[in-house]
């Protein structure tokens, strides 16, 4: 079994609708994160979280909202879906480890924004 | 501001052939820095991570080297194969465990 899972894997949806995007682990780590990918542009952090009770803002948060329920599951929502939101989306997961810091990542949701 | 940059965005190269592929990145310093691959539509795979600390790190057919004082690090792929062809992305780690990442080089290894 994936040791970081994110649901669903794919989706579309319409503008304006609110969309919220799953991810869970099995590592046992801390430490969680959200990404998007756009072609061309790399990847960039959107949220990160060190504990439940602390959530930090990335690169580009606005649109975005994430919720850490528990220390193996994070979730981010979209309040009002847009077209630009369309890209893929990455979950990660790292724990401190005397120095390292390795990220191992999910599988991605591509989600669309007609 | 952290900005990374991977030289070539695309390389093709017949089977067996050894290849290096270059990561930039304009602030040294760094926590570590993350060697990263990833197959169309699909996530990321670690591969190597390098402390600041240390020079090179080695699994299997793949090295790579750090010179943190001048921004630089490669990943060498020894007697590359079919199966090596994917996009291969660095990242380093700034403060806040934040990882800044390159577009990557989409490498493919031609049978």
């Known amino acids: 079994d994936a040791d970081v899972t994110q649901t669903p894997r794919n989706r579309i949806t319409k503008t304006g609708k609110r969309i919220m995007l799953e991810c869970s682990q099995t590592?046992?780590?801390?430490?969680m994160y959200w990404y998007r990918q756009d072609p061309g542009l790399g990847l960039q952090l959107i949220y990160y979280s060190f504990d439940v009770k602390d959530i930090n803002k990335g690169e580009i948060s606005d649109g975005y909202s994430v919720s850490r329920q528990a220390q193996a599951k994070f979730s981010l929502s979209l309040e009002s879906a847009i077209p630009n939101q369309t890209a893929l989306y990455f979950c990660?997961?790292?724990?401190?480890?005397?120095?390292?810091?390795?990220?191992?990542f999910g599988p991605g949701t591509r989600l669309t924004v007609l | 501001k952290q900005e990374v940059t991977q030289i070539p965005a695309a390389l093709s190269v017949p089977e067996g052939e050894n290849l290096v592929l270059n990561c930039s990145f304009t602030?040294?310093?760094?926590?570590?820095l993350q060697w990263f691959r990833q197959d169309p539509g699909k996530g990321l795979t670690s591969l190597l991570l390098?402390?600041?600390?240390?020079r090179e790190q080695t699994s299997g057919r793949l090295n790579a080297s750090l010179d943190k004082s001048s921004g630089r690090s490669t990943l060498y792929i020894a007697a590359s194969q079919p199966g090596d062809s994917a996009t291969y992305l660095c990242?380093?780690?700034?403060?806040?465990?934040?990882?800044?990442f390159g577009e990557g080089t989409q490498l493919t290894v031609n049978p």
């Open positions: 990660a997961t790292s724990a401190e480890r005397g120095g390292g810091n390795e990220q191992f």
């Open positions: 602030d040294s310093a760094i926590y570590n």
């Open positions: 390098i402390q600041s600390s240390q």
């Open positions: 590592k046992g780590h801390d430490r």
């Open positions: 990242a380093v780690e700034t403060s806040g465990s934040r990882l800044t």
